[in-house]
């Protein structure tokens, strides 16, 4: 009996001195498959969460952008058609600003055929007219030397140029036109010979008188008018304006 009680105790002893190695083996010991596994999981989920998160919010982000880009793009868009537009307004009007006329003065009794010009600035209402009327120069079969005889007669040939101011009061449909400058006339003597029939020049004389005119301008349609008037150098005449 006393050998079996030794053995008792004995076995006892060991329990006791095994059982915390034991445990302590078991602590050491790596986390089994399924333990792993479930860990593992938890975080997979929670970073397909944050992705989830991250991925939405760039994608509000791109979409903000777009938008900003698209109303930018229209507003930029807008200013310059704006620009163009008004722009192009100006343009037309600054084209608009000028009007030039043809003027004719028939021939009468005291005076030759003329033509004028008129150049008329619509803001200001200043402007500028030339006139050219009869002959300004001698014919090309005239010899340019005195006649060697005294059996001719003399013709005369006159003409004349000018430049006159011009001052518009009125409205673009209707406008009364002063004018005031000065004019050249010339008077070319001829000596036609009654032997030959050949023609020698026989000098020439001019001067410089003052030159003045009222006339109106009626608009027709659109951008053409009608002027109408007299002229102290070129009597009555006529025309048509257009305007650029």
């Not at 006329?101 to 600035?121: E, L, R």
């Not at 109106?216 to 002027?227: D, F, I, Q, T, Y």
Request: glycine share 12%; proline share 2%; aromatic share 10%.
């Amino acid at each position: 009996m006393g050998n079996h009680f030794a053995v008792i105790v004995a076995a006892l002893v060991f329990a006791g001195t095994a059982m915390p190695a034991l445990s302590n083996d078991a602590a050491d010991q790596p986390a089994s498959v399924e333990s792993r596994h479930g860990g593992d999981g938890d975080k997979d989920k929670d970073r397909d969460r944050r992705e989830k998160i991250r991925l939405e919010h760039e994608a509000r982000r791109e979409a903000e952008r777009r938008e900003w880009e698209e109303d930018n793009d229209r507003i930029t868009t807008g200013d310059i058609i704006g620009t163009v537009i008004a722009v192009g307004a100006e343009q037309a009007r600054m084209r608009q600003r000028f009007a030039v006329g043809v003027m004719y003065a028939p021939a009468n009794a005291a005076k030759m055929s003329g033509f004028g010009i008129q150049f008329m600035n619509r803001e200001r209402k200043w402007g500028a007219s030339l006139w050219l009327s009869g002959a300004l120069d001698r014919g090309y079969d005239v010899i340019d030397t005195a006649i060697p005889h005294s059996d001719y007669y003399i013709e005369d040939d006159r003409g004349s140029y000018g430049i006159e101011a011009l001052y518009a009061v009125g409205s673009d449909n209707a406008s009364l036109i002063l004018g005031a400058g000065l004019a050249v006339e010339q008077t070319m003597y001829t000596a036609v010979s009654n032997v030959t029939g050949w023609r020698w020049n026989d000098g020439s004389d001019s001067h410089v008188g003052f030159a003045g005119q009222i006339g109106c301008r009626l608009r027709l349609a659109g951008r053409v008018s009608l002027n109408l008037g007299y002229d102290t150098r070129q009597s009555g005449f006529f025309g048509l304006t257009g305007d650029f």
